[in-house]
């Protein structure tokens, strides 16, 4: 976990890698917000997953609530996304981002 903190300290002190982030991040819900109205899905529960992760996304650009520290929430996202470890409920038994888009 170390390691990690070395990271979102280092885009605390980067604005510009940090938006460089959250660019790649507004690209990812996009390319999901495409699936979503491209494919006819008949699986509620992977619906809602496409729209969290959409809806989310947006929220962390646009809610006051994570303007106060946009690197915390942004790492959480990011975390969550790429260690599959939820910082509230734990560790994923598997990579729920993948195992959702091979759902498809």
Request: charged share 25%; hydrophobic share 40%.
């Amino acid at each position: 976990m170390g390691k990690w903190y070395d990271v979102l300290n280092g885009l605390q002190d980067q604005p510009d890698e940090l938006q460089d982030v959250l660019v790649e991040l507004d690209l990812l819900a996009g390319e999901f917000a495409f699936v979503l109205n491209s494919l006819e899905i008949d699986d509620d529960q992977l619906i809602r997953f496409f729209r969290e992760f959409s809806a989310y996304q947006y929220r962390l650009r646009n809610a006051r609530v994570y303007a106060y520290d946009p690197v915390k929430y942004i790492g959480q996202h990011l975390y969550h996304i790429l260690a599959c470890h939820d910082m509230i409920s734990g560790p994923e038994d598997t990579d729920f981002v993948l195992d959702n888009i091979n759902r498809l």
